[in-house]
């Protein structure tokens, strides 16, 4: 969806056309090698977000979309796939009863990837790189091997 992918930060490299996993750990270790070969000593914090498609909060995409996207039919709809969603599980000849989702994406969707995308678009920039594949960001940091703090926490 060539609209959403001018928001998608450069930075994502999960469910993205021609990147890879692999790319973003040769990244990261080429990172981590140039710091070494300087002498620098280099932290990082690994963040994976555990079930991430599940935790979406619906009206906080349906936002972030609205900003991101101009054409308000196309959000209508997208919200609308989004909304009144229901389940229920089946063992042998039992049911249970019908649960409503009120947030997440739709597992196995061919959109949950990409607005899974969206949803992460605006994380706060940090002074340290980012390197992120879907769900899972790195953030390191490197320093000369005498400084007495690496400090990641500042934004």
């Known amino acids: 969806?060539?609209?959403?992918?001018?928001?998608?930060?450069?930075?994502?490299?999960g469910f993205h056309?021609?990147?890879?996993?692999?790319?973003?750990?040769?990244?990261?270790?080429?990172?981590?090698?140039?710091?070494?070969q300087k002498k620098l000593k280099t932290v990082a914090v690994l963040i994976d977000l555990s079930?991430?498609?599940d935790t979406v909060w619906r009206q906080g995409l349906v936002y972030k979309l609205m900003k991101a996207v101009?054409?308000?039919?196309?959000?209508g709809l997208l919200n609308s796939m989004l909304s009144n969603r229901e389940f229920m599980v089946f063992l042998g000849d039992n049911e249970s009863r019908t649960k409503k989702l009120n947030n997440g994406l739709p597992q196995g969707s061919?959109?949950?990837p990409l607005l899974f995308n969206l949803y992460l678009h605006d994380i706060p920039e940090t002074q340290s790189?980012?390197?992120?594949?879907?769900?899972?960001?790195?953030?390191?940091?490197?320093?000369?091997?005498n400084h007495p703090k690496v400090s990641l926490t500042k934004t």
């Open 51 to 53: 079930a991430a498609y």
């Open 17 to 36: 056309c021609g990147r890879n996993c692999t790319d973003q750990v040769l990244s990261l270790t080429t990172y981590i090698e140039a710091g070494f």
């Open 70 to 75: 101009s054409c308000r039919k196309m959000v």
């Open 110 to 112: 061919v959109l949950a």
């Open 129 to 145: 790189r980012k390197f992120m594949y879907a769900d899972d960001i790195a953030l390191p940091d490197t320093k000369p091997s």
């Open 1 to 13: 969806m060539p609209l959403i992918d001018k928001v998608i930060p450069v930075e994502q490299a």
